[in-house]
Every structure is written in C-alpha cells, then in structure tokens.
C-alpha cells in the first residue's frame, strides 16, 4: 500500500476474529463518509449516547436501520427526538456479506450468504473520544459483528469472552481496514484505547477524526 514501509499481513487474531488490512479502497471509503455525514444529520441526529448511570460516552454515535440504546434496540429513538431511524440499505447488507466473504475465505461459502446484518452503529472518534472494554451481547443473534474503520487509525483492543482484563490483543485499525468477529469469539469484550490524532488522509473525505461502522444482526425481524 502506498506510503507503508511493510506491508500489513491479514490476521486471526482469535478464534473467528479476523484483521484484514486496506479492504476498503479509496473510492468505498468516500462512500462511506457521505453516507454516514447524511445519517448524521437525521432524521436522528448524531449524539453522545446517555448511559443509565448518567455517564456519557465519549463518543458520538447515530444509528441506521434499528436505533441502539444502552442495552435495547427499537425502531424510534426514544432518548433522542422520537422519530424513526433511517433503513438500513440494502447496499449496507451487500457489503457486509462481501466483508464476511473476505474474512471467513476459507469457510463454507454459505456463511457470507447466510448473514443478513439489519443494523449500523456509527461512531465518531474526535478529540479525546475513547471506547472502553465492552461486549456487544444486545442482539438476539450471534451472527458476526462486521467493523469498518476510516479516518484516523485507531488501537482496537481486543479481549476475551470472560472478562475486561487480560489477555487481549492490541491491533491498529487504519483507514479502509475490515475487522470481523464472530463464532468463538463474537462476544469478547473489546474497546479502542487510543486513536492517533492527525492520522486521516484527507482523500477519504474526513479531514480529522475517525469514524467506526459496525453491522450487526439484531435477531429482532422486521418488528
């Protein structure tokens, strides 16, 4: 890849969590960030979610398809404005198959047609925004989690299905990076410690910051 010095290698990290480096080209990325500058600004705004015990996350985050909030989805963000949340597209889908497909390669071919993700989280990075140990353990489905990262590169720290602590393992997450867990691994608990600020390549369409889409299956139909 231009501009790296090594070339980063595909990796297991765990048991069904695979890092693949530059997945996503240039073009897939500008996409992307236009898309999620359009979500961001409704007709659920982008916000900094409220936890129950009155906490802030410190990063931003707008939903797409089903609207997330500390620990249940529904159709409306209720903590927010009320309305309803965009549709989740189905040209979102097609990628998160095409992402599955790439990750589980060497798998039955029927995995990346079977998974059918019918949410997005999108968060966004800035300043001092970090994301601590957590697992994503709200859908009723176990089908894989699905992460794109653009902007700013990122340290994703990735656990075990046990607990916050150790051992975990610390992988940078760059611009157009897929990282994908699932099976033994989709409810490790996982967070981003560090983000490098002034790391974005202004040709993706975001100047400064970095931006995480994850896609998930919700397991709830079409309630």
Known sequence: MTGELFVRERSEVAPGAVHVPGWLDLAGQRRLVAACRAWATGPVPMRHTRLPRGGVMSVRTVC???????????RTADDVNGARVVDFPGWLADLGREAVAEAYRDGPVEW????????????????????????DKDERSLAPVVSLSIGD??????????????????????????????GPSRLAYHGVPKVNAGTADPATGLRAGRLNITLRTTGLGAR
């Open 64 to 74: 797409v398809g089903w609207h997330w909030q500390p620990y249940r989805y529904s």
């Open 112 to 135: 990346a047609a079977a998974y059918e993700p019918d949410t997005a989280l999108v968060n966004f990075y800035e300043g001092d925004a970090r994301m601590g140990m957590h697992q």
């Open 153 to 182: 590169t990122c340290v994703f720290r990735f656990g075990n299905t046990e607990h916050r602590n150790r051992p975990w393992t610390d992988v940078e997450l760059a611009s157009g990076d897929l990282f994908v867990f699932g």
